[in-house]
């Protein structure tokens, strides 16, 4: 019976949350609930030309609906909303909750929210209404090429881990990538077409569903580890938008960004076509693939990176609390004191982050720091890192508890995977709402002027810098490769953010993004000539493509143009999206 009813709510959410047009120009997509959008007979023809049925997305709340009888367990989504694994095998579910919703020009909006309080409908909002589960490229080459025959706003999905919400679209087809999970573990690998004497030591290729969680997994039994990204469960997708964007890594300093250890590429273009794109063929694709951004250029089947040695670590940890809800002079000084050593800790190999933050109970302020050294020594942490310990606990010790710290730690750990799995919890948080802004600060900079830099950052709401540039990534020619040039010259990203509860009213919502656009400003004037990291920004960059791409930009468009010259694969900021109007559905 529950099957019956999901079947109902599905075709009335979507009836509801979107209302079709008699049909589509040319220069537009078709969107379902157009005259234009595929039959049912159409659709069961694509169903026999996959392995797996046709998905259905629902929003993640709507087994919620309706209040007064729910059509699923209501129980195990709310006991589930945060969790990050569940909302990434859900092919209607963003990790961050706010992209599910659609808002029109006049401010109202479709969503489906989990408080059923509010008195709200469940509809469709952003998540695709049908799609494919990919389990191979045969699957993904017959999505593309329905897609691409219907006219259809196409996006494509592997876990949700969007903070642009660039996987989603109202009214769309997805290709889900999540499931495709094959780990090959080469002892050499040959590129394809590539001479024989090309081969690389220890390489792995990735399936575009697999998670960093499963990648660090099979290259700790390899005794090997890989660059890649850190997040509490390592939900983050090992072979889609991370690396697609470029990929930063705490071992980023030792060995580059993700894009930098890419030996390569497969991907399915706009005519159905599969590319393997690395150093020996397709270079130009290999270009664009290496940090021109998800979404854009074709749908990325699997990815091959080069392995590295495994290797004992230093960890480093500083955990300190305030009384104030507002950066205290205390914390002032010890965050100035980081900025200003940071040039020096990359100088040393240190890489890591530092996170200044309320405390959830209270909101009073604390900061916290995690660096690791590779291949380091006790001594030399102490000799370096350790400074900022002694300032921590200077400034503790000068009393009126108006700086505390809570957690000074320096220790060696005998591997990164080790370390990965001691210090990250096992399961992570999502399904918040949200939005962030962030710049890449030069080591110019930082160096020149550290009091300015501080002074700008530390007012800004969830603050996070990471210094995850300098050392490897500052040796790559910044025109190697499609990701933004901003980067080798970068010793610091920093990101910061703001949140809103569900149901918030959109006027609300407005005042935290025009925030968000102030304190870009702000940031943005510290670097003027420098960038954003494309995976992780704000989406009210005035020029989103010079911020993103820098001066790789006009040769990322010609790629794109030979690749998808139909513009099949259009993301919100992206290459080629300036060609289109703010929903990516009708050219300009």
Known sequence: MHGLRSLILFCGLSLCAITGTAGRSSQCRCLFGDSC????????????????????????ASPCYPASDPSGNCDEVRQSWSNASWRANQPGAMQGANFETFVFQN?????????TGLGIPCTQGS?????????NDADVQAAVKFAASDNLRLVVKSTGHDLSGRSTARGSFVIWTHNMKNITFHDKFSPEGAPPSATHDHAITLGAGVQWEEAYEAVNAKGRVLVGGLSAGGTVGAASGWVLGGGHSILSPSFGLGVDNVLQFTMISSNGTRYAANAHQHADLFFALRGGGGGTYGVVTSVTYQTHPSFPIIAAVLST???????NPPLQTLFTELVRITPNLSDAGWAGFVAVAPDANTGALGMSAFYILPNGTTGRANETIGQLFDTAQTLSAAGNDSLTVQTALITPVDSFFTWYTTFFPKTSTAGANGALGSWLLPRDVVEQDPDRVA????????????????????????HAMGVNPAWRTALLHTIFATGWAEGTPVSDMNQLLDQVKQNMTTLRALAPDSGAYFNEASLFEPDPQRAFFGDNRDTLKAIKHLYDPIDL????????????DAELVCRL
């Open 37 to 60: 959008w595929p039959s049912s007979s159409e659709l069961d023809r694509l169903a026999g030309q996959v392995s797996r049925p046709l998905l259905r997305p629902l929003p993640p």
């Open 107 to 115: 401010d109202t909006t479709s969503a489906c929210f989990l408080n």
């Open 127 to 135: 998540v695709p209404v049908t799609g494919v589960d990919a389990r």
């Open 321 to 327: 609390s305030t009384d104030s809800l507002t950066p």
């Open 455 to 478: 002074q700008t950052l530390i007012p800004l709401s969830g603050l996070t810098a990471l210094m995850v540039g300098g050392g490897a990534v500052s040796r790559v020619n910044p």
């Open 569 to 580: 694969f259009v993301v919100k900021e992206g290459i080629g999206s300036d060609d289109w």
